[in-house]
């Protein structure tokens, strides 16, 4: 028996490849094929399962190009309507995979369909659950990102999940592995573990949804008290997985095209059409095409993308690091952004070269910073749970990813000095202020980390 998961940073996000006498199964893939046939390839097997644990909201599936490829059906637990051809599996259903039994364990809750997979070994004994969005390491999924059902609100949902985690996944025993979708840093949950696996004992132990600290009333007001809205792209990613999307070396193959300078300029003065700059917030700032938007590859780029451009139907050009082309055009596609027009060839160089129009970010370091921030007008885009731990007292606090529907908070007539947690965030925040009419704008090098050492350390 072999099991791999494959955690891909960017989005949080863990699928798993599961492999027994030459028979394998994927768990919520990647877009990206290639990976598991390379798998299958490695351990001289056949794709035999493509199992979903239910419809993905913050990223796009590979399941349908995979199944395309290896001719294997696509698994998905009860209620899970598609617009292409799958198995709708009923509760407590198995599967046979070489020596090992994958059983189906309805679990509603953060969506209806939502399904956790229990792998059984030779000797049928419980060895570990794949749980979706079911069941995170510290948490549980958030009950608001069910499409299908307009009836159903989160507090029900709230419940379902209670009644999903007390009984089907509660009652196994404690050496079951637990391997969730997500870790620390996906939209999909609250306070997720930075550890991508681990016991059901010590979930036991250590989260709330299983450690009995809370009633079911208790557990559907923590899931649902202060939720932030859901990412708009959300929605957009739900229908590609449940109707279906064009696959990945289709959209490489129409992205993947270079413009000289003239020709960005004319596909660029269309409508619906933007610009993204994915350098380093770095060259960003020393010069960049007026109205661009900067995301950096070097970060969370495509969670981020999907915050800040929100529809999936944006067209978008390119800027990027010769070299870097397919990597950004492949990371947009895990998001549902596959209107990608292509790139400027030569990268920025090539706008330089051509004497077009610039526009800069003016830097501060954290040193120059600390001797003037009593005196200056701050704007910290960090988000709520890090600015409750810490913050400067007299900084605007808004979140980036609310950052575009607050713009009436922020004082127009004023030099504003922006800052997050490293001077990732930062920058995007810049970007999104210049191309919206906030022109004297300071980022702050190193961010909010920096100045702390600096207080510390001056």
């Not at 939502?114 to 979706?132: P, Q, V």
């Not at 067209?315 to 549902?336: C, H, W």
Request: charged fraction near 25%; aromatic fraction near 10%.
């Amino acid at each position: 028996m072999k099991i791999e998961q494959i955690y891909t940073g960017c989005l949080f996000q863990a699928s798993y490849f599961i492999e027994s006498n030459g028979e394998a199964a994927v768990i919520d893939p990647l877009r990206e094929s290639s990976l598991y046939l390379e798998k299958a390839k490695e351990t001289n097997s056949k794709i035999k399962y493509i199992f979903e644990t239910h419809f993905h909201a913050d990223f796009v599936s590979g399941h349908i190009s995979l199944s395309k490829l290896t001719k294997a059906p696509i698994v998905f637990g009860p209620m899970a309507d598609t617009d292409f051809k799958s198995i709708q599996a009923h509760d407590l259903q198995e599967f046979m995979l070489g020596d090992l039994t994958i059983k189906v364990l309805h679990t509603p809750g953060h969506t209806i369909e939502s399904t956790t997979y229990l792998l059984m070994d030779a000797n049928r004994k419980n060895h570990s659950i794949f749980t979706g969005d079911t069941l995170f390491l510290g948490d549980v999924g958030r009950p608001d990102l069910a499409q299908e059902n307009s009836n159903i609100n989160p507090e029900i949902q709230a419940g379902m999940l209670f009644d999903s985690i007390q009984n089907k996944i509660s009652n196994l025993s404690d050496d079951v592995i637990v391997y969730p979708a997500h870790g620390a840093g996906s939209a999909c949950g609250k306070n997720m573990m930075k550890e991508t696996f681990d016991t059901l004992g010590n979930q036991k132990k250590v989260n709330y949804a299983l450690n009995g600290t809370c009633s079911r009333s208790e557990f559907i007001d923590i899931l649902t008290k202060d939720l932030l809205d859901a990412p708009e792209y959300f929605p957009q990613n739900v229908r590609m997985n449940k109707n279906g999307y064009n696959d990945l070396e289709y959209i490489i193959q129409k992205s993947n095209r270079g413009y000289n300078a003239k020709e960005f300029i004319e596909l660029n003065n269309k409508k619906n059409t933007i610009v993204l700059d994915t350098r380093s917030p770095y060259d960003f700032s020393n010069g960049h095409i007026p109205d661009s938007y900067f995301v950096g590859l070097n970060g969370n780029f495509a969670p981020w993308v999907g915050e800040i451009l929100k529809d999936t139907k944006t067209k978008i050009l390119l800027i990027v690091d010769p070299g870097k082309e397919i990597e950004a055009i492949t990371r947009l596609s895990r998001v549902g952004f596959d209107n990608c027009l292509g790139y400027l060839e030569g990268g920025f160089k090539t706008w330089l070269n051509t004497n077009n129009k610039c526009e800069y970010i003016e830097n501060i370091d954290p040193e120059t910073f600390i001797e003037i921030m009593n005196d200056v007008y701050i704007l910290d885009v960090r988000k709520q749970s890090e600015i409750s731990n810490s913050a400067l007292e007299h900084s605007i606090k808004i979140s980036l990813s609310s950052l575009q529907s607050n713009f009436e908070r922020i004082d127009r007539n004023k030099k504003i000095y922006v800052h997050c947690a490293g001077g990732y965030r930062s920058m995007i925040a810049a970007s999104i202020l210049k191309r919206n009419g906030f022109n004297d704008i300071i980022d702050i090098n190193r961010g909010y980390a920096g100045i702390q050492n600096c207080l510390v350390s001056c």
